[in-house]
């Protein structure tokens, strides 16, 4: 077997040998790096500058640098020699020797910047074929992309784009809507109450459980028609999983005027899934209960195995994921804000555009929209 150690002993030793000889020859070819002193440092630095004036190429330089700068150099052998002097002159001649070897490589870097602009210049003109260099953007968050994407199918529609409050007063958030205090439909969100108490000792704040509450907020400021879409945040004191996060965008809409039927709703809706899924994607809708619409519906989007892959956009066991609640909007909501609920009509619904986004881009996880992991975030 091989005696690996004894091996590199004997390399070793065989390179050990090398360095001898060399250092040898640098002693005898520059005697000043015996034992260096200001004055010889002074001369090496003038004369290297000197040299380096001379130099006219890349090439040049490289030698330049190799015989002052190298490993072998004359600066880094002078540098190497100082702890051989007295100590008290080690310290001012060290400080003096990395003083030259500083302005050295200074000088060296910039030689090579003006022969690079001598050589440009030479060529005649600057390359403006050259691609420029990228500027590092950053981009748009998908959950701002998706809101975007969906309020865009609404705007063709020819739905206007408001915005409302985030901390919000009970009285829009549930009691407009249909919801008393003291009402167990309260329980369907569970809320993150604001901390201040008003004079006949209530907590009349929250942060939005839903983007619901601009419904009485738009109709209050306007007559009807209204056609409007709500885009914003909402939070909910919740647990979170794949599918439920505790902040999340919503996507309010609304339409009220004469004539508006259920029929209405469901074409409206069909036409927004068209658009953002594609004509193949298939939707459903089921019964469900909100205080504030009657009939309340929810609506789905199909969570199919995708025979490509063998996947489900989201993988869950579900053949379906629901992506928003809706319905006509409830009589006593349109009396509330004082609209004659005999005359006038309209359906609501509110989206979860995180949950659309999961299902249209195969995201297997809710959270990882807040999470600022830009392996995920790269990906938009
Ligand atoms: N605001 C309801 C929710 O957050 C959704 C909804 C909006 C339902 C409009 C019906 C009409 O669950």
Redesign the pocket.
Known sequence: MTNFRALTRRRAAAYNFVPTIVLQNAIVSQPSVESPSAASIATLTNQALKELDAVSDPDGAEQWRVSYLGRRGQITGVLRSIPQLDPDQRREVGAQANQAKNALEEALARRIRELAEAELAAAGALDVTLPGRPVITGRLHPTTQIVREICGAFIAMGFSVVEGPEVELDHYNFEMLNIPAGHPARDMWNSLWVDYVNEEGQQPMLLR??T?PMQARVMEAQDPPVRVIVPGKCYRYEATDATHEWHFY?I?GLAVAEGITFANLKGTLYEFARRVFGPDRQIRFRCDY?P??EP?VDMSISNFVDPATGKRPINRDEDWIEI????MVHPRVLEGVGYDPQRYTGF???MGPERIGMLKYGIDDIRHFYRNDVRFLRQF
Do not use: D, P, Y
């Not at 928003?324 to 319905?327: E, I, L, S, V």
């Open positions: 459980t839903h619901s919503q309010e909100f504030f619409v309340g928003m609640g809706a319905g609501a619904f509110g």
